[in-house]
């Protein structure tokens, strides 16, 4: 294999491991160790001349390959393994990779993969990504086609035709049409998750403050509300069997009741995942479009969503829920349950009690004067898990003070249930909006009352009141707080750490919202602002007419930009000759035009010239990398030399 082929076949290989990356990370390990040694095989056959794979043994692999791939899967066809499939092709591709047809294959095997990971994640990241990987195989097309001058040079051309593609590709992207949901119904989109399954049991809500995951982002039309009102309302657990709470016995409504004053009008963002809840600022006087509201003041999304979610909402940080509902008796403790210490202790606060308010007052006084602490790694509960965790451990994380609330409160006969959702959240300050994480989850009490209907109470204000104003970390003890950061970083590192990871967040989200959330529905109606209806003949006459001027205005930038610059690929060796040729015209020796190289130096030589041996190795040297194509970089770079060297005497007249 010739030089250059052999530096071909490093730059493919290089350009199809840099669209493979990300692949790596997703796909079964096998599947890379494959890649690896197909492609290390292919670099010894080309280095080491070892005898490349027959056409046989690479259709055995091949056949071998895929049905690995559908093994790995269970024998079932999804996205993974249409990948997996790709990707064995092109690992196995640089194998037969010794023609300049194989050559322009691998290339636009390698774009294709480039444009698979659109398939996993259309975040912010993969932009930068798929530019540098677009950048590097657009620079091996262009040396597999022009393999004189050097990479360096290919490299620089490709980076200037990407950044002329950019206006025709705003403008593809601002006026092709929008297609309606994920590509095939592949897309994952943006990783996020509710972090809520439908069922509430001690353990559940602490595992999730480990994780810091953006659960939804919020922008309020005014001034937010204070921390102590950020409470996010997801679901509510009404059945509880002992040790846990379900989530069941909701009733749709059209709107649900409740009455308060200053309503706070605010957009949620919710990060995709397969789940239909939504979360609202607790309490929600509104019901969003395709949502469905639930009489325990909970929404949810009427379809499964895979694509982040965006809903505008008004909630009141001051509630009534009105009268008592007819099926109260669903939240009072059935007699059958355990715990008996808890149900003593909740029959002797009724006995001295005038009313539920005094009720409550003695829970929360209990919870504060009895050494409870507030931790992520509480100890195992019992079969009695409320009587353990009230009389024994006293050590838990919030889903243990509210069900321990809830189940106290029931035993006195007041109705009560548990609200699972988030508290608090971070503002951004590059992008004017706040971050709810999966690691500000939360659950609290609600019990009802004739006067108020269902009231917030929440256990863990008189425990652990930081929790409530400064997050999760300031209520923790020290030696868990760095479990509730999402790094160890300290001092001043931490808050560059901190505003980089926010100005990134705002920027993924401008990314969203203006790009990923260009739908159909946003293209119509901005063509509708300049008069466009694209239901219409006429308005799609328009369209296309738009859409040839903004090409045609692109085309001419291009031009503009382009004109009086000299090409920025060129042939140094025709360069060089042509260099050579204009300084012997203009000593008076200049060549026909009909004339070669070879016939140039005998006229040369029949001149004897003062400079003839220099002008006549420069000509062989010229033959010998222009038709014999024969020859290093170095020796390229010889003859640039010998030609700038060049002076030729001028010949007498």
């Known amino acids: 294999m010739s030089r250059n082929s052999l530096q071909q076949l490093h730059l493919l290989i ?26 290390g095989w292919a670099i010894l056959c080309a280095r080491r001349q070892f005898p490349w794979p027959g056409a046989v043994l690479r259709h055995v692999l091949a056949i071998a390959g895929f049905i690995a791939a559908l093994a790995t899967s269970g024998f079932r066809f999804d996205r993974e393994v249409g990948t997996t499939i790709l990707v064995i092709m092109v690992g196995l591709k640089p194998l037969e990779t010794r023609t300049y047809r194989d050559r322009m294959m ?35 097309l262009v040396h597999i086609n022009h ?145 469905i509201a639930f009489d325990d003041h909970t929404l949810q999304w009427k379809e499964e969503r895979t694509r982040p979610l965006q809903y505008r909402m008004s909630s009141y940080p001051e509630f009534n829920t009105g009268p008592r509902p007819p099926e109260v008796k669903m939240f009072l403790l059935p007699g059958e349950l355990g715990n008996p210490k808890a149900r003593q202790l909740a029959r002797q606060w009724v006995s001295s009690a005038t009313g539920p308010a005094d009720v409550v007052s003695a829970a929360m006084a209990f919870f504060r004067g009895n050494g409870f602490a507030y931790t992520l790694n509480p100890p195992l509960l019992g079969e009695d898990a409320i009587d353990d965790f009230l009389f024994e451990t006293r050590r838990g994380y919030c889903e243990h003070y509210a069900s321990a609330l809830a189940f106290l409160m029931r035993s006195a006969g007041i109705p009560a249930r548990v609200v699972g959702g988030y508290l608090g959240g971070e503002r951004n300050p590059f992008g004017d909006y706040w971050i ?109 007419a738009a859409g040839l001027l ?28 042509q260099r050579f040729c204009r300084k012997l015209a203009r000593c008076r020796v200049p060549r026909r035009p009909d004339q ?40 390229i770079r010889s003859f640039s030399r010998l030609v700038r060297e060049f002076r030729p005497a001028p010949r007498p007249s």
């Not at 199809?16 to 990356?21: E, G, H, N």
């Not at 070669?596 to 010998?624: F, W």
Request: hydrophobic letters at 45%; glycine letters at 8%; aromatic letters at 12%.
């Open 14 to 39: 290089a350009s199809l491991a840099v669209a493979l990356m990300p692949h790596a990370f997703r796909l079964p390990v096998w599947v890379t160790v494959w890649c690896l040694a197909c492609w």
């Open 147 to 291: 393999p004189v001058g050097g990479f360096p040079a290919h490299t620089k051309l490709a980076g200037r035709m990407l950044l002329f593609a950019v206006p025709l590709a705003v403008v593809f992207f601002v006026l092709f049409p929008r297609i309606q949901g994920s590509l095939w119904q592949l897309s994952a989109g943006t990783a996020g998750v509710t972090g809520f399954s439908e069922r509430l049991s001690p353990g559940s809500v602490s595992q999730l403050v480990r994780n810091d995951d953006v659960a939804f982002r919020v922008q309020f039309s005014g001034n937010p509300p204070p921390p102590e009102h950020l409470y996010w309302r997801g679901l509510v657990f009404s059945e509880f069997d002992g040790r846990g709470w379900r989530s069941t016995g909701q009733t749709p409504v059209l709107q649900p009741v409740v009455s308060g004053k200053r309503p706070i009008a605010y957009t949620i963002t919710l990060e995709s995942r397969q789940q239909r809840w939504l979360f609202a600022l607790d309490l929600p006087a509104t019901v969003p479009p395709r949502a």
């Open 550 to 577: 903004l090409t045609g205005l692109a085309t001419w930038l291009y031009v503009w930009v382009s004109r009086g610059r000299r090409p920025s690929l060129r042939d140094p060796v025709k360069a060089g000759y």
């Open 436 to 544: 709810v994480r999966q690691s500000d989850a939360h659950a609290w009490t609600e019990i009802w009352s004739s006067n108020t209907g269902w009231s917030r109470i929440d256990p863990t204000a008189v425990v652990a009141p930081e929790r409530i104003t400064s997050g999760v970390a300031a209520a923790l003890p020290p030696n868990e707080r760095a479990e509730a950061l999402s790094t160890g970083l300290k001092g001043p590192l931490a808050r560059v750490f901190r505003n980089f990871t926010l100005g990134w967040d705002a920027a993924s989200s401008l990314w969203r919202r203006q790009v990923i959330g260009y739908t159909a529905l946003r293209q119509q109606r901005l063509f509708s602002r300049f008069g466009i209806r694209t239901r219409s003949s006429g308005g799609v006459f328009r369209l296309l």
């Open 596 to 635: 070669g190289p070879l016939d140039y130096l005998q006229t040369i030589r029949d001149l004897k010239l003062e400079q003839g041996e220099r002008a006549e190795s420069i000509i062989r040297l010229y033959v010998r990398l222009r038709y014999a194509q024969r020859g290093s970089n170095e020796d």
């Open 106 to 140: 691998a290339v636009f095997l390698t774009y294709f993969l480039i444009i698979t990971n659109l398939l996993y994640s259309n975040a912010l990241i993969m932009l930068p990504y798929m530019l540098s990987a677009v950048w590097l195989t657009t620079a091996v």
